[in-house]
Each structure stands twice: as structure tokens, then as C-alpha cells.
């Protein structure tokens, strides 16, 4: 036997079994298969006292001293020699000749659903391991995306080697050994994961008594895990939380379920998918994320806030053998293409020579997931011309087509000729930025009940043609995020005001790559801002507070903020506004707008006293200095008027923000 060619972090081997320790099991079994194969040596390091399988061209060395994250990064580089092969996603930071497989950039993408020492460890360690070590690996081609997005690593450079299946095959039903009172007599629903939030197990139990109308019990198999942040749960009488379980247990609960259902809003794989593919178990799964790459069409989707589309599926299965019999076909061909052998061999290619071309598995095409589906709304006041010109280059060049366009407006000479271009309603409503915005979100339940997100734009916003997709996109690839904010290429909002011609000649120049991909958190900025729509389902925006302005979009993004999701400001969607004065409010109104406000938000809770504070600085500030030098194109006297206004309204206890509308 030739002298070992590289070694591998044995680490995973005193852990818990969860998804990331059986790639890295299967890897190493499939490894040995190979080397022994070619009379080649391998070393497994492991900390002192871990037991190791049997493994013919593996030399088992236990190193010490200590265990866990202290010996992965003290002890292992200095006892390893050669090339280091680290499976699962940790690695020596100190250490660069090694190849790291990072299974997903869920600690980015959902950070909620982890502790917040796990997720401290990982934000602060991953990134220095895709910038020194030799190479990352992953195990999707999504994931290599959202790596991508996320560490210093470029997107081509990382190489994808998947899952397999085939552990699978070698479970044995009949020595399971299921916890007393499990009844399986009654058709159910297997369901596998943590309590973790992107597992997204609360839509499955939220459908629990649906699901028992149906004559179905829901099975939930898996453990909490130290790693994840604590999610609070209610069970249905229906539903029965197995806890851990043995493979062979988890054998005859997939041969016997009605399907394997997997609601996750994202995975770096989803190897429950593959395993119950290989039991001939169907499945029916989340479309987010890997799922579509791993599921192809051998599986029945849903989106994961969607309900009602996974109680169809599940009655559909119900109700049809030869479904059943299908998806079942179906699942066994497609994990053919997951296999440790082949991951094995990408592996050894990889130890050889990590800056060979990255291998990629050998798979017929599969869509991603498709862009969510969004609608726009425009509020508009005063400004007919304006708003037709910039609605009907929207309709006309978003590369992703806007499911609906609604134009709201409180006289309807303000909408100009909008109601005559395709795709566009225009609907009534009473005067007001929050009024008209309010009564767009009603229209477009009622015309476009699937839109999965909302935009709202100014109507002197004139948006980039990529505008709607890259919005689509971040919502698609973050499931987390629930606000999104384009980047505003030019803003003549206290100047004269941009021409639509002008403001088309700046989208229309090529824009220099960005120094930035996302900042957050970042609360939405009313020009040109998208929502989730499962996020803001009853959610309004305040109609007390009247004029057109910004509060009125910090208010209603404090206030989403209260249920949890990241609000992000995107480079890739641009757009300008063009500061169109028409239909502008008064400055005396404003001016008292700009103390009111924010002190009415401060009462209801939606702007902090340092954030107060500030606002009226600023404001009253810039007021006082511009009265006695004015700006041509913005009524500081006024302002400052309406600021002395408020105040002594607010010295008599008066706080009403729709009393602007009246002076």
C-alpha cells in the first residue's frame, strides 16, 4: 500500500448522526471502496476515545488532546501532515492546503433558525475558510449560489458533489424498533426534520386537522438539535413526535407513509428527499431552494407558505394508486444520479489536484424554482403625464413581466392615459399616500390573489428593466428576506426634477459593477420598495399618517419587522427617481408632518427616541439654515413654519398627524 495520499478529519465521527455526518459518512465509505480498489492509503484522524468503523484503506489515528472545535482548530493542524479533507463544513482556519465541503449558506439565509453561538461560530469561521482553504465543495448547485452570495468564494469555483442514496437501500424494516404507541394502522404523513424555523414543519402542523378530516395522522420523525433556536409548537391530537429514530425505523415508517412530506424554505440538498425516493416512498416537497434540483419531476411541489397546494397534493396522493405508484417509479430512477461512489471519485480528483476544474454531477437539466410571481401597485397624485410615461415603459420592458400593474388614485384624471395600456387597472381611492397604497393591496388580492410579492413604486420612479427579477430572484433564493429596496441611481427629489428622457438615459448607461451586492438591514425606501406578500397579508399602512412621504414606509416596515424576516436594499435592482414636483404637498404641511410623525411613531412604537431625535434634528435643522438661504426648488420657510406649528401643538398634548392634510 503506496503512503497516504491525503488525510481526512475524522471529527464527525463522535457526533450526532444528522444530515451533514451521514455525507461524510457515506463519502468515507464510499472513499475506501475506491482506495482499497487501487492499493492506496488514506489517514483518519479522529480526537481520542472516537470509535471509527472498519475501513480497509483508512489508517485510523486518535489524536489528542481535547475534542469538539478546540481540537479541530489546536490539535488537528498540528497533527495532521498532507493534504486535509474536511466533509463537514468546519475546518482549521489556520490550515490552507485542505478542500472544505460548507454544506449551505443557511446561517445567512435563515439565522433564526440557529443559536446564537452557532451562529456566531459559523458567520466568523466560514468566511475564513472559503477565502484560505484550496478549495469548497458543496452538495447542490443552488447551495453553490447562495455560498457564492455570501463568502468570498466565486460561484464557478466551487465544486458540487451531492448526496447519495444508496445508505438507504440498506435499511432493514424489520428490525425496527418504533417507540410504544406509535399506531400505523392509520394512513399518514411522514415528516422529517429539527424544530429548526427553515424546516418549516409549522405549515405541516397547521394542517393537522385538515389532514385528520382526511382520515391521516402526521408522523414527525427527528430531533431538536442543540445547534437550533427553540420554535414553540402546538400538537394536534392527530399528530405523533416520534423524536430520534433508528434508520430501520425510519425504513418502515417511509415504506408505510402515504408520502414523505418536506416544506422546508431552504436546504443545501435535502438528503430525506432522496432517501425516501429510494424506498419508493413518494414525496411531496418544498419548491424552494435545492428541492427543484434535487426533486426534478419525480416529486409533487408546493411553495412553503402555500397550504392549501400541500393539502391538495396529499389528497390527490390519497385518492390515487396509480399516483402513487408513479411518483413512486419516478423517485427510484432519479436518485440514480446521487451516488457516494461518483461523489467519492470527485473527491479523490479533488485531493489530487484541488484547483482542477471543478466536477459537476452528471444530471439532466432541472429548472430552479420559478421566480415568484409579483404584482406593482403606483400610487399616484397630480402627475397624469408623468405616471403614464413610467407605468407604460414598466409594462412594457420588465424582463420578468408584472402579474398585475394597479394604479391607484383619488381623482381619476391623475392616472392620464394608464387605464388604456394593457395589463394596467387603475382604481379609486381616497386621497393619500397610505389610503391609495391600501386600497392597491386590496385590488391586488382581489385580481391577483397568486402574487407572491408586492411592489410599490412612486409614480416619477422609472425602473431599470431588471428591476421586478432581481426582486424575484432575492425573494426566491431568501426565503428570510421580507422587504426589499432597489438602488436609486439618481434622486433629483430637491432639485428642479429629472425629465423621464433624462431619467430613462441614466437606467438605460451601463452601470459599473457594484462595489456592494446587499446591505441590511435597510428599511424600505418608498420610490421603489417590494414586499413578501404571506408577510404582509393584514398588514396596512397607517392611514393617520396623511401626506406623502417616507414615515409612511418606515412606519409600515417597523411593523412587518414585529414577525420576524430581513429587510435588504439590492444593487442588481436600479432605478431613478425623477423628483417630479407636480402634485407635491405644501411645505407648511410637510413641515409639521416632520415633527408629528415621528413622535405619533414613537407612540404606536414603530421609531425609536434615538431615531425620533435624530428626524427632528435633522429636519428642523436644515429648515432653520435654509430659510435664511433657500434652496429654489424647496419651500424651507414653509417647512420651518409647519416644524413651529407642530411643536406648539405638541406642547398642548396634541399629537395628530392627519391634521397636516387640514392647513
Known amino acids: 500500500m503506496r503512503a497516504p495520499a491525503f488525510a481526512v478529519n475524522g471529527r464527525f465521527l463522535g457526533q450526532p448522526v444528522t444530515g451533514v455526518q451521514r455525507y461524510a459518512r457515506g463519502v468515507v465509505g464510499a472513499l475506501d471502496a475506491s482506495l482499497a480498489r487501487d492499493g492506496a492509503a488514506v489517514t483518519l484522524l479522529t480526537p481520542l476515545g472516537t470509535a471509527a468503523p472498519a475501513l480497509a484503506a483508512f489508517d485510523h489515528r486518535a489524536v489528542g488532546p481535547g475534542s469538539g472545535h478546540a481540537w479541530e482548530q489546536l490539535v488537528l493542524p498540528l497533527r495532521c501532515s498532507g493534504r486535509l479533507l474536511n466533509l463537514c463544513n468546519t475546518a482549521p482556519a489556520a490550515r490552507a492546503d485542505q478542500v472544505v465541503c460548507i454544506h449551505d449558506a443557511n446561517v445567512f439565509r435563515s439565522p433564526d433558525s440557529y443559536g446564537r453561538a452557532f451562529r456566531a461560530l459559523y458567520r466568523s469561521l466560514l468566511p475564513v475558510l472559503a477565502a484560505r482553504s484550496a478549495r469548497i465543495a458543496t452538495v447542490s448547485h443552488d447551495a453553490a449560489r447562495q455560498i457564492a452570495a455570501h463568502l468570498p468564494v466565486a460561484e464557478r469555483d466551487i465544486a458540487v458533489l451531492p448526496n447519495g442514496h444508496e445508505h438507504a437501500l440498506s435499511w432493514d424494516p424489520s428490525r425496527a424498533a418504533l417507540p410504544a404507541g406509535t399506531g400505523l394502522d392509520r394512513p399518514f404523513v411522514l415528516a422529517l426534520g429539527s424544530r429548526a424555523r427553515h424546516k418549516n414543519l409549522g405549515l405541516l402542523l397547521g394542517l393537522a386537522p385538515a389532514l385528520d378530516a382526511m382520515g391521516l395522522d402526521l408522523l414527525v420523525a427527528g430531533g431538536g438539535g442543540a445547534i437550533f433556536a427553540d420554535v414553540a409548537e402546538t400538537l394536534a391530537p392527530n399528530v405523533l413526535r416520534l423524536g430520534t429514530v433508528s434508520d430501520d425505523d425510519l425504513a418502515l415508517l417511509m415504506d408505510r407513509a402515504l408520502c414523505l412530506a418536506f416544506p422546508s424554505t431552504t436546504e443545501g440538498f435535502g438528503l430525506p428527499i432522496v432517501e425516501a425516493m429510494a424506498r419508493g416512498c413518494p414525496v411531496v416537497s418544498s419548491d424552494r431552494a435545492s428541492m427543484p434540483e434535487i426533486c426534478g419531476d419525480a416529486a409533487l411541489m408546493a411553495a412553503p407558505d402555500a397550504p392549501d397546494a400541500w393539502l391538495a397534493h396529499v389528497a390527490a396522493l390519497l385518492g390515487s394508486t396509480p ?30 489536484d484541488p484547483l482542477a476544474a471543478p466536477r459537476r454531477r452528471a444530471a439532466p437539466a432541472v429548472p430552479m424554482s420559478p421566480l415568484p410571481r409579483v404584482a406593482v401597485a403606483v400610487a399616484t397624485r397630480g402627475r397624469p403625464e408623468v405616471v403614464t410615461e413610467t407605468v407604460r415603459l414598466l409594462v412594457e420592458t420588465q424582463s420578468h413581466a408584472p402579474l398585475a400593474v394597479v394604479v391607484s388614485c383619488a381623482d381619476p384624471t391623475d392616472a392620464g392615459g394608464c387605464a388604456a395600456i394593457p395589463g394596467v387597472s387603475v382604481i379609486a381611492a381616497s386621497p393619500g399616500l397610505a389610503a391609495q397604497r391600501n386600497a ?224
Request: hydrophobic share 45%; aromatic share 8%.
Open 440 to 663: 392597491a393591496i386590496d385590488a391586488v388580492a382581489s385580481l391577483a390573489p397568486d402574487a407572491e410579492a408586492i411592489a410599490f413604486f412612486d409614480d416619477d420612479f422609472v425602473a431599470d428593466p431588471g428591476w421586478i427579477e432581481a426582486v424575484a430572484r432575492a425573494f426566491r433564493d431568501a426565503p428570510d428576506i421580507v422587504a426589499l429596496t432597489g438602488d436609486v441611481l439618481a434622486d433629483d427629489v430637491k432639485g428642479p426634477g429629472l425629465s423621464f428622457s433624462d431619467a430613462l438615459a441614466i437606467v438605460r448607461t451601463p452601470a459599473p459593477v457594484a462595489g456592494w451586492g446587499a446591505i441590511e438591514p435597510y428599511s424600505p425606501y418608498g420610490c421603489n420598495m417590494a414586499f413578501r406578500a404571506s408577510a404582509v397579508r393584514g398588514q396596512r399602512f397607517d392611514e393617520r399618517l396623511v401626506l406623502y412621504g417616507w414615515l409612511e414606509d418606515r412606519d409600515f416596515a417597523a411593523a412587518l419587522a414585529k414577525g420576524g424576516g430581513r429587510m435588504v436594499k439590492i444593487a442588481a435592482a436600479r432605478g431613478v427617481h425623477m423628483g417630479a414636483k407636480g402634485g407635491r404637498v405644501r411645505g407648511e404641511r410637510l413641515g409639521y408632518s416632520q415633527v408629528v410623525n415621528p413622535l405619533y411613531m414613537n407612540r404606536k412604537g414603530t421609531m425609536t427616541v434615538p431615531l425620533v431625535a435624530d428626524h427632528l434634528a435633522r429636519n428642523i435643522g436644515s429648515n432653520l439654515v435654509g430659510s435664511f438661504r433657500p434652496e429654489p426648488h424647496v419651500d424651507r420657510f414653509g417647512r420651518l413654519k409647519g416644524n413651529l406649528r407642530a411643536m406648539l401643538d405638541v406642547a398642548r398634548g396634541r399629537i395628530d398627524p392627519e391634521r397636516a392634510a387640514s392647513l
Open 323 to 352: 399516483l402513487r405508484v408513479d411518483l413512486a417509479g419516478r423517485g427510484r430512477e432519479r436518485v440514480k444520479l446521487f451516488s457516494w461512489a461518483g461523489t467519492a471519485e470527485g473527491y479523490r480528483a479533488l485531493m489530487a
